[in-house]
């Protein structure tokens, strides 16, 4: 068994010539189907993220302070969003009922494109309000299963043979490997390209290549079986060939900008936030830009990042606020990959999927401390140049509403499921990056299971009606 | 040519015989021969490795059934290569394994301890009258009986303190420095040649502060205040005042003096000094130009003690007691609880934020940190208690104001009941994720913390949760503390646990029993006894046996155990199961004191068990940042003739590191605290961290790396490798690669066996024979002069090579 997983290792880990030459001249492997996703920590606000306002019990006796209030009919363009919208309302979505975060509105542009869909009511079976336990089934893909510490995302890259032959299959910059691609053989992870290497002992670091190449080369003797070395072996290899892909995806760089020339997609620092974004954003787009270019220019499959701060017990806000700067940070990483993707060229984008997951909605009523408690169903954003874009599962014909309506559906107190996540990804990994019916159910156990009902929709294992997947693809 | 048809590959392990009751997880199974290839008159025997291998040995024979011989040749990892003179034969692998005591010692020092220093190692398991690790085991499950002082817990006087160090310096000039804006008295300094505090003639001038500041001591510009004070001395008419603007660090920002004549290089020296603290007094720091002699204080005990330390100061001091303490038991278990009923610095500084409006003193930071202090102090009594119980901890954690506000009890009201509390109190704090209880507990347990609150109650009234609170946060005296505020409590009855039974997986005495828990209607301040009622209740439940007895196993042995689906009554019940199934029997049994739940009995049982002590245990898990940064530092660790160590930290600076490698101590958000658990901790992000760490610790102060990358935040983790090596190794035998890299070998990777170490010994050797270029022999080590720079930016290196290999990744 070590043996076996210490081979794969090295075919799925070095770097064959060939790629080595690409990646010096940037130019993009061919036929590369991309992923990049986006985990919103601490349970996002799915009510204040996909509005529901054609729905009367979105009010201010439920969400006091929280309530964003519903578009000006008379601006409602039909299946479209308006391009300047009014900031202080709900932005229209065309379907005469959902809308917006009006701080979402940078990604107004994607959503006219048709390339931004919109799923409202996702969550799974028995949904867990735990941070961590939720977290963990939307990682691992499998609800209610504690032990699994494989992800999925993992699973669609290795179990697929998308890896085979690639340096990078999967790739997450933030500053722990998250579990949606942790499994036996490590994928790589980095927080700051800046630090991503080693330091030296001697005067001038003159011994850092030399402490680097025999760290290496200790990473390929055999050892004697103990629970981590499997994954502290193939994790120290990984970190030795990634430093010097990463040296020449240049990610140092910062020189990718908008449309106009002058507007730097990924404000970084002072001198690239043309936006005027907040400085305390800098971290976080210093990370998706490093996750994009990566992404953009190796044999990556999948690459993502996260953002924390969706946890809002209290001083959550509604026009403006936490959860709405949250939102902004959203908006504008869609955005911004949809055109750096784009101005490579316009196969890249049609390649790539974006996705957001978070662990829970909120609770449909705002609490005493002007905030929101863990609930269940919340929304998913995809995107992508071959997603069909358009609201989905928050409309008047899915969406009951009132006080007995879908927004109270669960327990009485929470926004109730019709999608599970599962549905969503399903369609990623088969239609998108190509996998069988049968390497779908490795990657998400259960998939063809006719009682989860992921596929085709009906009632799911804990009751609820859930319409399967949604054509996204 | 491969297998040739006559030679049968035989396997056999002697010294290992496995008895019916060891399962695998206990011990692996025998090494065997894989291949055997013979050609040009060689042949090579390859094996697969075994843990814990003292010496792995080929032998062939010319028959199957022997006589086996010794077969010439050479062994290089898991492979054997000889001649094929003689002819066809059959081979035979021989392990000879490790002492199991080794093996044993290895996780004892691991896994009680904070990784062995190399005087640890020598006094359990390979110097004379090596007391074995069970010994050292007895030892640390009584904690109150080893002596010890850290320097940091030292009481304060009335008025000056003394203090002294001894070490051996590299200059000769003393920088006095406040490290922030503040000030301080200090008189009778004194520096003397050798050990002996005042032993000798006073190498400073004007030490006493009786003349004048001009001719001998030069004052920097953020010192400007700085003066003589007839107000306060100890001795004679005067002391200094030192004050400070801003805090200082080097020569430009200190006072200072260069002794003359000049110090002598390799001689120790001491100092020492008298100080008086002022309501100003933060910290402050002498010490020479290069290290040696470095003291800062007030002691940092004396700081948190006193309710005045930051927050940077109580992760100095955690970090020192870890590094230091001949307690690391007490330790570990400290970190391992404090992380259990984790809660957060910063959400505390920002509720008191919300509740001062005076924000000039920035005393939230203090108070702050003071609950967080107040929750490690208490905790550690309990631990220093032979009757201490779960429940006690419970207890401390219950009543924390940090806990209060952490999980938004604060804002918790009739009516309005906050969930979080409840939540993780089930979830995390006793009975574990979905162990016995569901929403509606939850939401019913609610109820019943509504009404405890954070707030400042006035002096006197300090253990009175009944009190008001004084008018004037901002200026009136007080302390901030637990309050209960019957006016927020939900008054009536509350039903816990209704219908609900043990599993029957618990088997007897638990199985089927009712917990259900009524909490009568109660008004005013008796209906505090809510919360008391509930801790009363939870600490002994069989779920919070189980889930505790889980995290602990977890903690000590391995990752693989599991709350919620052992059935204990299963006959054929896993080692794991078995070993939490011994943990609830002794959690059940009266303590000392006649109380359940006595922490040693459990802890005894999880440190005596089989599991624990064989290779179930060994090396089985991965160090958090915390666990890896101080035993990289210890592993270095040894005291010098002269004073000071061969290894040493102020605490403060490890504190960049941790931040890095995502272990910002009392910065934790999430409720589940930091990770057991190798996957959480090993990325390539992670292992970079910890090799830029441990190039950074191993860096002469002399070299440009030293500051490269963590600026000044690293200066103070020093270390000496050829220093220890002068310690361990005869003077010859420094010119030794093979000798130097042994001595690494021992102290760094006990438990491993030397069988399964030549890879990496050959490695270390092949490095100290290399310059930067790493060309084998490009630079021969036992060229080098042992005193010079080179040979010891060599040492460094390899060291640093060692200390980011997987095995020091493991424990």
Redesign the interface.
Same mark, same amino acid.
């Given at each position: 068994m070590r043996l076996a997983l210490a081979a794969a290792a090295a075919s799925a880990l070095g770097v064959p010539p060939a790629l080595r030459q690409a990646l010096a001249s940037g130019a993009i492997p061919k036929s590369s189907k991309k992923v990049f996703f986006i985990f919103l920590r601490g349970g996002n606000d799915g009510l204040n993220t996909v509005i529901p306002w054609g729905d009367d019990a979105y009010n201010t006796v439920n969400r006091p302070t929280l309530h964003i209030p519903a578009p000006d009919p008379l601006t409602s363009l039909k299946g479209l969003a308006p391009a300047s919208p009014d900031l202080t309302r709900a932005i229209d979505l065309g379907n005469g009922f959902a809308g917006l975060h009006p701080g979402l509105k940078e990604a107004i542009p994607v959503y006219n494109a048709g390339q931004l869909a919109v799923v409202h009511r996702v969550g799974y079976p028995r949904q867990s309000r735990s941070h961590f336990d939720s977290q963990r089934y939307w990682e691992n893909g499998v609800p209610r299963d504690n032990l699994l510490g494989s992800g999925l995302l993992y699973r669609a890259v290795m179990d697929t043979g998308l890896a085979e032959g690639r340096a990078f299959p999967a790739v997450s910059v933030q500053s722990k490997n998250p579990l949606v691609l942790r499994g036996p053989l490590a994928m790589t992870n980095l927080s700051d390209p800046r630090r991503y290497d080693a330091l030296g002992v001697s005067n001038n670091a003159t011994d850092k290549q030399k402490l680097l190449n025999f760290m290496a080369a200790q990473h390929q003797i055999e050892y004697p079986t103990k629970d981590q070395r499997d994954l502290l072996f193939t994790t120290g290899l990984n970190l030795r060939e990634s430093i010097d892909i990463l040296k020449a995806v240049g990610v140092e760089k910062n020189n990718i900008f908008d449309k106009d020339g002058k507007t730097h997609l990924f404000p970084i620092d002072a001198a690239s936030n043309q936006k005027g974004f907040p400085s305390g954003w800098y971290s976080y787009f210093s990370k998706v830009k490093t996750a994009a270019q990566i992404l953009a220019k190796t044999d990556a499959v999948v690459a993502g990042t996260e953002i924390g701060g969706f946890d809002t017990h209290s001083d959550q806000g509604g026009v403006t606020g936490s959860h709405a700067n949250l939102m902004r940070q959203i908006a504008w990483t869609v955005y911004a990959i949809r055109e750096y993707y784009s101005s490579i060229s316009p196969a890249l984008w049609e390649n790539t999927v974006i996705v957001t997951l978070s662990e829970f909605g909120r609770t449909s009523k705002e609490n005493g401390n002007e905030g929101t408690d863990h609930a269940e169903a919340g929304p998913m954003l995809v995107a992508g140049g071959k997603i069909k874009g358009g609201v989905y599962q928050c409309d008047n014909a899915s969406w009951k509403t009132g006080p007995q309506g879908v927004m109270f559906g669960a327990n009485s107190r929470y926004l109730s499921r019709s999608v599970d996540y599962r549905s969503v990804f399903g369609e990623i990994v088969r239609d998108h990056l190509g996998a069988s019916a049968a390497q779908l159910e490795e990657v998400i156990p259960g998939y063809g299971n006719p009682r989860e009902v992921l596929q085709n929709g009906g009632t799911s294992l804990d009751g609820a009606k859930i319409v399967g997947e949604l054509g996204l693809l | 040519m491969r297998f040739p048809r006559f030679l049968l590959p035989v396997a056999f392990a002697f010294g290992l015989l496995p008895g019916d009751d060891l399962n695998s997880a206990e011990l692996?199974s025998a090494p065997r021969i894989t291949e055997i290839e013979a050609g040009g008159g060689r042949t090579k025997v390859r094996f697969t490795?075994?843990?814990?291998?003292e010496m792995f040995r080929v032998l062939k024979s010319g028959s199957v059934v022997g006589p086996f011989h010794d077969a010439e040749g050479v062994l290089s990892?898991?492979e054997w290569e000889g001649t094929s003179e003689g002819g066809a034969g059959f081979y035979r692998l021989e392990v000879k394994p490790l002492d199991p005591k080794a093996v044993a010692a290895a996780t004892v020092l691991n896994r009680l301890a904070y990784g062995p220093t190399p005087e640890d190692v020598d006094r359990v398991l390979t110097g004379p009258g090596a007391i074995g690790p069970e010994a050292y085991i007895e030892e640390q499950l009584q904690p109150e009986k080893i002596q010890e002082d850290l320097g940091l817990d030292k009481p304060s006087s009335d008025g000056w303190e003394f203090v002294s160090s001894t070490g051996v310096v590299s200059s000769s000039t003393l920088y006095l420095y406040m490290n922030s804006p503040g000030d301080v008295y200090i008189d009778d300094m004194v520096l003397v040649r050798g050990t002996v505090a005042g032993g000798g003639s006073n190498l400073l001038k004007n030490g006493d502060f009786e003349s004048p500041l001009e001719g001998s001591w030069t004052i920097s510009a953020n010192h400007v205040g700085t003066a003589l004070s007839t107000t306060e001395k100890r001795g004679g008419a005067s002391s200094l005042h030192l004050v400070a603007i801003s805090g200082g660090t080097t020569k430009a920002s200190s006072v200072w003096q260069t002794t003359s004549p000049a110090l002598a290089n390799g001689q120790s020296y001491t100092l020492s000094f008298y100080y008086k603290r002022t309501p100003g007094t933060k910290r402050f720091t002498a010490r020479f130009s290069g290290g040696g002699i470095s003291v800062q204080n007030p002691s940092l005990g004396v700081l948190l003690s006193q309710g005045a330390a930051s927050i940077g100061d109580l992760q100095a001091w955690h970090t020192l007691q870890a590094v230091r303490s001949k307690r690391q038991l007490n330790q570990v278990l400290l970190q391992f609880f404090d992380n259990h009923f984790t809660t957060l610095y910063s959400k505390s500084v920002e509720y008191l934020d919300g509740k001062l409006t005076n924000n000039v003193n920035r005393v939230e930071g203090t108070i702050a940190t003071d609950f967080e202090y107040r929750e490690l102090n208490k905790w550690k009594q309990v631990l220093l208690n032979p009757n201490g119980t779960f429940y006690d901890l419970l207890k401390i954690s219950v009543e924390s104001p940090a806990m209060v506000i952490y999980l938004?009890t604060a804002?918790s009201?009739s009516g309005?009941a906050?969930?979080?509390y409840s939540?993780e109190l089930l979830?995390l704090f006793t009975m574990g994720?979905?162990n016995g209880y569901d929403?509606h507990d939850i939401e019913e347990m609610s109820r019943a913390w509504t009404g405890w609150r954070a707030d400042k109650l006035p002096v006197g009234q300090e253990t009175n949760p009944f009190a008001t609170r004084v008018p004037n946060r901002d200026l009136d005296p007080g302390y901030w503390t637990l309050q209960f505020r019957p006016a927020n409590h939900d008054t009536k009855l509350k039903t816990l646990f209704a219908d609900k039974t043990a599993s029957p997986r618990f088997g007897p005495p638990h199985a089927g029993r009712s917990y259900k828990l009524v909490l009568p209607a109660r008004t005013g301040n008796a209906a505090m006894q809510d919360g008391y009622d509930i801790i009363k209740h939870l600490a002994d439940l069989p779920y919070t046996q189980e889930y505790l007895s889980v995290k602990l196993c977890q903690l000590f042995v391995?990752?693989?155990f599991?709350h919620g689906v052992y059935d204990y009554t299963d006959p054929n019940l896993s080692a794991e199961g078995r070993l939490v199934r011994e943990c609830l029997k002794a959690w059940e049994q009266p303590g000392p004191d006649g109380r359940k739940g006595n922490l040693r009995a459990v802890l005894r049982v999880i440190l005596k068990s089989e599991l624990f002590f064989g290779h179930g245990a060994?090396?089985?898990?991965?160090k958090t940042p915390f666990e890896y940064t101080v035993s990289a530092l210890r592993s270095l660790r040894a005291p010098l003739p002269e004073g000071g160590f061969t290894a040493d930290t102020d605490g403060y600076d490890f504190q960049t590191a941790l931040q890095?490698l995502?272990m910002r101590l009392f910065y934790r958000?999430?409720p589940?605290g930091w990770s057991e658990f190798?996957?959480?901790?090993? /990325?390539?992000? !992670?292992?970079?961290?910890r090799?830029?760490f441990v %190039?950074?610790l191993?860096?002469?102060s002399?070299?440009?790396?030293k500051d490269?990358?963590y600026g000044t935040d690293g200066i103070n983790n020093t270390t000496d490798p050829v220093g220890l090596l002068k310690l361990k190794v005869p003077g010859p035998a420094l010119k030794d690669a093979g000798a130097v890299v042994d001595v690494f070998m021992k102290y760094l990777f006990i438990g491993e066996g030397a069988g399964?170490l030549s890879?990496?010994r050959q490695?270390a050797i092949?490095?100290l024979n290399?310059n930067?270029?790493?060309i084998s022999d490009s630079s021969k080590f036992s060229t080098l002069d042992p005193n010079s720079a080179v040979y010891d930016?060599r040492v460094? /290196?390899m060291v !640093?090579?060692l200390l980011?290999?997987?095995r020091f %990744?493991?424990q």
């Amino acid at each position: 068994m070590r043996l076996a997983l210490a081979a794969a290792a090295a075919s799925a880990l070095g770097v064959p010539p060939a790629l080595r030459q690409a990646l010096a001249s940037g130019a993009i492997p061919k036929s590369s189907k991309k992923v990049f996703f986006i985990f919103l920590r601490g349970g996002n606000d799915g009510l204040n993220t996909v509005i529901p306002w054609g729905d009367d019990a979105y009010n201010t006796v439920n969400r006091p302070t929280l309530h964003i209030p519903a578009p000006d009919p008379l601006t409602s363009l039909k299946g479209l969003a308006p391009a300047s919208p009014d900031l202080t309302r709900a932005i229209d979505l065309g379907n005469g009922f959902a809308g917006l975060h009006p701080g979402l509105k940078e990604a107004i542009p994607v959503y006219n494109a048709g390339q931004l869909a919109v799923v409202h009511r996702v969550g799974y079976p028995r949904q867990s309000r735990s941070h961590f336990d939720s977290q963990r089934y939307w990682e691992n893909g499998v609800p209610r299963d504690n032990l699994l510490g494989s992800g999925l995302l993992y699973r669609a890259v290795m179990d697929t043979g998308l890896a085979e032959g690639r340096a990078f299959p999967a790739v997450s910059v933030q500053s722990k490997n998250p579990l949606v691609l942790r499994g036996p053989l490590a994928m790589t992870n980095l927080s700051d390209p800046r630090r991503y290497d080693a330091l030296g002992v001697s005067n001038n670091a003159t011994d850092k290549q030399k402490l680097l190449n025999f760290m290496a080369a200790q990473h390929q003797i055999e050892y004697p079986t103990k629970d981590q070395r499997d994954l502290l072996f193939t994790t120290g290899l990984n970190l030795r060939e990634s430093i010097d892909i990463l040296k020449a995806v240049g990610v140092e760089k910062n020189n990718i900008f908008d449309k106009d020339g002058k507007t730097h997609l990924f404000p970084i620092d002072a001198a690239s936030n043309q936006k005027g974004f907040p400085s305390g954003w800098y971290s976080y787009f210093s990370k998706v830009k490093t996750a994009a270019q990566i992404l953009a220019k190796t044999d990556a499959v999948v690459a993502g990042t996260e953002i924390g701060g969706f946890d809002t017990h209290s001083d959550q806000g509604g026009v403006t606020g936490s959860h709405a700067n949250l939102m902004r940070q959203i908006a504008w990483t869609v955005y911004a990959i949809r055109e750096y993707y784009s101005s490579i060229s316009p196969a890249l984008w049609e390649n790539t999927v974006i996705v957001t997951l978070s662990e829970f909605g909120r609770t449909s009523k705002e609490n005493g401390n002007e905030g929101t408690d863990h609930a269940e169903a919340g929304p998913m954003l995809v995107a992508g140049g071959k997603i069909k874009g358009g609201v989905y599962q928050c409309d008047n014909a899915s969406w009951k509403t009132g006080p007995q309506g879908v927004m109270f559906g669960a327990n009485s107190r929470y926004l109730s499921r019709s999608v599970d996540y599962r549905s969503v990804f399903g369609e990623i990994v088969r239609d998108h990056l190509g996998a069988s019916a049968a390497q779908l159910e490795e990657v998400i156990p259960g998939y063809g299971n006719p009682r989860e009902v992921l596929q085709n929709g009906g009632t799911s294992l804990d009751g609820a009606k859930i319409v399967g997947e949604l054509g996204l693809l | 040519m491969r297998f040739p048809r006559f030679l049968l590959p035989v396997a056999f392990a002697f010294g290992l015989l496995p008895g019916d009751d060891l399962n695998s997880a206990e011990l692996p199974s025998a090494p065997r021969i894989t291949e055997i290839e013979a050609g040009g008159g060689r042949t090579k025997v390859r094996f697969t490795p075994y843990p814990g291998t003292e010496m792995f040995r080929v032998l062939k024979s010319g028959s199957v059934v022997g006589p086996f011989h010794d077969a010439e040749g050479v062994l290089s990892g898991y492979e054997w290569e000889g001649t094929s003179e003689g002819g066809a034969g059959f081979y035979r692998l021989e392990v000879k394994p490790l002492d199991p005591k080794a093996v044993a010692a290895a996780t004892v020092l691991n896994r009680l301890a904070y990784g062995p220093t190399p005087e640890d190692v020598d006094r359990v398991l390979t110097g004379p009258g090596a007391i074995g690790p069970e010994a050292y085991i007895e030892e640390q499950l009584q904690p109150e009986k080893i002596q010890e002082d850290l320097g940091l817990d030292k009481p304060s006087s009335d008025g000056w303190e003394f203090v002294s160090s001894t070490g051996v310096v590299s200059s000769s000039t003393l920088y006095l420095y406040m490290n922030s804006p503040g000030d301080v008295y200090i008189d009778d300094m004194v520096l003397v040649r050798g050990t002996v505090a005042g032993g000798g003639s006073n190498l400073l001038k004007n030490g006493d502060f009786e003349s004048p500041l001009e001719g001998s001591w030069t004052i920097s510009a953020n010192h400007v205040g700085t003066a003589l004070s007839t107000t306060e001395k100890r001795g004679g008419a005067s002391s200094l005042h030192l004050v400070a603007i801003s805090g200082g660090t080097t020569k430009a920002s200190s006072v200072w003096q260069t002794t003359s004549p000049a110090l002598a290089n390799g001689q120790s020296y001491t100092l020492s000094f008298y100080y008086k603290r002022t309501p100003g007094t933060k910290r402050f720091t002498a010490r020479f130009s290069g290290g040696g002699i470095s003291v800062q204080n007030p002691s940092l005990g004396v700081l948190l003690s006193q309710g005045a330390a930051s927050i940077g100061d109580l992760q100095a001091w955690h970090t020192l007691q870890a590094v230091r303490s001949k307690r690391q038991l007490n330790q570990v278990l400290l970190q391992f609880f404090d992380n259990h009923f984790t809660t957060l610095y910063s959400k505390s500084v920002e509720y008191l934020d919300g509740k001062l409006t005076n924000n000039v003193n920035r005393v939230e930071g203090t108070i702050a940190t003071d609950f967080e202090y107040r929750e490690l102090n208490k905790w550690k009594q309990v631990l220093l208690n032979p009757n201490g119980t779960f429940y006690d901890l419970l207890k401390i954690s219950v009543e924390s104001p940090a806990m209060v506000i952490y999980l938004d009890t604060a804002v918790s009201t009739s009516g309005n009941a906050n969930e979080n509390y409840s939540r993780e109190l089930l979830e995390l704090f006793t009975m574990g994720v979905d162990n016995g209880y569901d929403q509606h507990d939850i939401e019913e347990m609610s109820r019943a913390w509504t009404g405890w609150r954070a707030d400042k109650l006035p002096v006197g009234q300090e253990t009175n949760p009944f009190a008001t609170r004084v008018p004037n946060r901002d200026l009136d005296p007080g302390y901030w503390t637990l309050q209960f505020r019957p006016a927020n409590h939900d008054t009536k009855l509350k039903t816990l646990f209704a219908d609900k039974t043990a599993s029957p997986r618990f088997g007897p005495p638990h199985a089927g029993r009712s917990y259900k828990l009524v909490l009568p209607a109660r008004t005013g301040n008796a209906a505090m006894q809510d919360g008391y009622d509930i801790i009363k209740h939870l600490a002994d439940l069989p779920y919070t046996q189980e889930y505790l007895s889980v995290k602990l196993c977890q903690l000590f042995v391995h990752e693989n155990f599991h709350h919620g689906v052992y059935d204990y009554t299963d006959p054929n019940l896993s080692a794991e199961g078995r070993l939490v199934r011994e943990c609830l029997k002794a959690w059940e049994q009266p303590g000392p004191d006649g109380r359940k739940g006595n922490l040693r009995a459990v802890l005894r049982v999880i440190l005596k068990s089989e599991l624990f002590f064989g290779h179930g245990a060994s090396r089985q898990k991965v160090k958090t940042p915390f666990e890896y940064t101080v035993s990289a530092l210890r592993s270095l660790r040894a005291p010098l003739p002269e004073g000071g160590f061969t290894a040493d930290t102020d605490g403060y600076d490890f504190q960049t590191a941790l931040q890095r490698l995502n272990m910002r101590l009392f910065y934790r958000e999430e409720p589940d605290g930091w990770s057991e658990f190798a996957r959480e901790w090993v /990325g390539t992000a !992670s292992l970079m961290e910890r090799m830029r760490f441990v %190039q950074n610790l191993l860096a002469a102060s002399t070299s440009s790396v030293k500051d490269d990358d963590y600026g000044t935040d690293g200066i103070n983790n020093t270390t000496d490798p050829v220093g220890l090596l002068k310690l361990k190794v005869p003077g010859p035998a420094l010119k030794d690669a093979g000798a130097v890299v042994d001595v690494f070998m021992k102290y760094l990777f006990i438990g491993e066996g030397a069988g399964n170490l030549s890879q990496d010994r050959q490695a270390a050797i092949a490095f100290l024979n290399s310059n930067d270029t790493g060309i084998s022999d490009s630079s021969k080590f036992s060229t080098l002069d042992p005193n010079s720079a080179v040979y010891d930016a060599r040492v460094r /290196g390899m060291v !640093s090579f060692l200390l980011s290999l997987p095995r020091f %990744q493991e424990q």
